[in-house]
Nanobody
Framework: QVQLVESGGGSVQTGGSLRLSCVAS????????VGWFRQAPGKEREGVAA????????HYAASVKGRFTISQNNAQNTVYLQMNSLKPEDTAMYYC?????????????????????????WGQGTQVTVTS
């Protein structure tokens, strides 16, 4: 049974940092894609960042590029999301998800998908609150 467990959320002030962790069990996280998503109250779930765990290729949403970094530790089946320079608009429930087929969007260069519908397995989420 595939299970993803997020941790590391909390409340920080504007400009602060948090590091989220996503630990996978029930499958080996190498050679597939893991993404971080977020959903604020009343808004749709949006993709934040994704990583191909077989080679380290990454893709970021424009709203977080340059502030967030996704990384992996395959030996520990863990994917991280380092979040710096946090803003109140980053406040949301953050989820990690796994795409065992690693969907790539056509284009030049090809980009890892950040579409929630492409990810099969989901964690329960961890809350991030950024206060001004």
């Amino acid at each position: 049974q595939v299970q993803l467990v997020e941790s590391g959320g909390g409340s920080v002030q504007t400009g602060g940092s948090l590091r989220l962790s996503c630990v996978a069990s029930g499958y080996t996280s190498s050679n597939n894609c893991v993404g971080w998503f977020r959903q604020a109250p009343g808004k749709e779930r949006e993709g934040v960042a994704a990583i191909y765990t077989g080679g380290g290729l990454t893709h970021y949403a424009a709203s977080v590029k340059g502030r967030f970094t996704i990384s992996q530790n395959n030996a520990q089946n863990t994917v991280y999301l380092q979040m710096n320079s946090l803003k109140p608009e980053d406040t949301a429930m953050y989820y990690c998800a796994a795409d065992k087929h690693c969907t790539v969007l056509a284009g030049s260069p090809p980009l890892l998908s950040l579409r929630p519908r492409d990810f099969e397995y989901w964690g329960q989420g961890t809350q991030v609150t950024v206060t001004s």
